[in-house]
């Protein structure tokens, strides 16, 4: 599985995004997937998760209620609809499948390669 993330740029504060992932493979459509990011100088974080047939959604305390994850398995896609957006939320966001960290089992996952989000204040 090979992840193309798209869908960053410099935003206003209170602006939206929508990121976007495709993903090649047949397999893709069976694995839960999700967003990390990383901060200049911070850790990577978890950011968004969604089950395989989008059941279920996870979500990290500081996005929720302006965050929403989805996907498409007919298209191999997942996005990220990003509101209310805080200079905090600054970083280089990564799309990603199968990974445990997700909360839905999986193992050490399939990362694409990242798409910088910038907010101004």
């Known amino acids: 599985v090979q992840l193309q993330a798209s869908g960053g740029g410099l935003v206003q504060a209170g602006g939206s995004l929508r990121l976007s992932c495709a993903a090649s493979?047949?397999?893709?459509?069976?694995?839960?997937s999700g967003w990390f990011r990383q901060a200049p100088g911070k850790e990577r974080e978890f950011v968004a998760a969604?089950?395989?047939?989008?059941?279920?959604?996870r979500y990290a305390d500081s996005v929720k209620g302006r965050f929403t994850i989805s996907r498409d398995n007919d298209k191999n896609a997942v996005f990220l609809q990003m509101n209310s957006l805080k200079s905090e939320d600054t970083a280089v966001y990564y799309c990603?499948?199968?990974?445990?960290?997700?909360?839905?089992?999986?193992?050490?996952?399939?990362w694409g390669q990242g798409t910088l989000v910038t907010v101004s204040s």
């Open positions: 990603v499948a199968d990974f445990s960290g997700l909360g839905y089992g999986g193992t050490s996952g399939y």
């Open positions: 493979g047949r397999t893709f459509r069976w694995y839960a």
């Open positions: 969604i089950s395989w047939n989008s059941g279920s959604t």
